[in-house]
């Protein structure tokens, strides 16, 4: 059974069906691939499937990257549980808290990732939704004069770990990386957006304030001009992203209820591209 691609309604994605986890044959990679490419972001629904499958499921897009923290809900180290659950007082997973805000999976890295797929297992009764944002349209969509105004330009980007919110960031400097302000990606030519509200944290060589006004002019149009796909999580769901025109974020939830998502990282092989 070859697996059906049908767009969403929306600014991104597509919704994949009739694959079997079990069993992905070579013309099915090929068409995930082709999906990935095309749409940003795939969604599937499903019954759930194991850490092996997941993994599997994964390396249709590229080799897999190890977690940064290993959790005693897998015994594989290139799952990343995302979790709020304690197990004797204990933290089971990372990014616990509720919300927060529009992010890129490792672009405090010199060769940050290419993508991501998360796999709902426990969900809140209401929000811990994942929205993800078209960062191409938010590129095509900026007036030309700021386009031509960020042409060129870099940005220095930095990791404060557990900050998921930017005024949660410490002053000091994490991790950091500096990327284009916007980027390539090699298999479709198209420019994407490459700022975020949570780790972009100035645009190099520009004074203070300037670089303060212009990104969150940047950010502002981002997450308020209809580019969004917020995802209501079902048990069983798979979001697979391109972390290279996809930026992502996470509405709140209550600390009264479980979640629970293992995720894993795709990588990549070349460095954002001006
Ligand atoms: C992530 O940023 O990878 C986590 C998103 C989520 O928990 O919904």
Not at 11 to 27: C, M
Not at 30 to 58: C, Q, R, W
Not at 87 to 106: A, I, K
Request: charged share 25%; with cysteine; aromatic share 6%.
């Amino acid at each position: 059974m070859t697996i059906s691609v049908k767009p969403l309604d929306g600014p991104l994605g597509a919704e994949i069906s009739g694959l079997d986890v079990r069993n992905i044959t070579a013309e099915d990679s090929k068409a995930l691939l082709d999906a990935f490419n095309a749409y940003h972001l795939l969604i599937l629904h499903g019954p759930t499937i194991t850490d092996a499958e997941l993994v599997d499921l994964g390396r249709c897009f590229g080799h897999i990257e190890k977690a940064r923290v290993k959790s005693p809900l897998s015994d594989r180290d290139d799952i990343m549980v995302i979790s709020n659950i304690r197990q004797n007082g204990e933290l089971v997973g990372s990014l616990p808290d509720g919300e927060m805000s529009y992010h890129f999976d490792r672009i405090h890295q010199a060769q940050p990732c290419k993508g991501a797929a998360l796999h709902g297992l426990e969900i809140p009764v209401e929000g811990g939704d994942t929205c993800f944002a078209n960062m191409v349209r938010a590129y095509e969509t900026l007036p030309e004069a700021t386009k031509q105004r960020i042409e060129g330009l870099k940005a220095l980007n930095t990791f404060t770990y557990g900050a998921t919110k930017r005024d949660g960031k410490t002053d000091e400097l994490g991790p950091h990386a500096i990327h284009p302000l916007v980027r390539r990606i090699p298999e479709t030519g198209k420019r994407a957006l490459y700022v975020c509200r949570l780790m972009t944290d100035h645009i190099v060589g520009m004074p203070e304030e300037e670089s303060a006004a212009l990104l969150t002019e940047l950010c502002d149009h981002i997450e308020f001009s209809g580019l969004i796909y917020q995802h209501r999580w079902s048990v069983g769901d798979i979001v697979i992203w391109d972390n290279r025109c996809t930026s992502h974020a996470r509405t709140d939830f209550s600390d009264k209820e479980r979640r629970l998502m293992k995720r894993v990282t795709i990588g990549d092989t070349v460095p954002p591209l001006q």
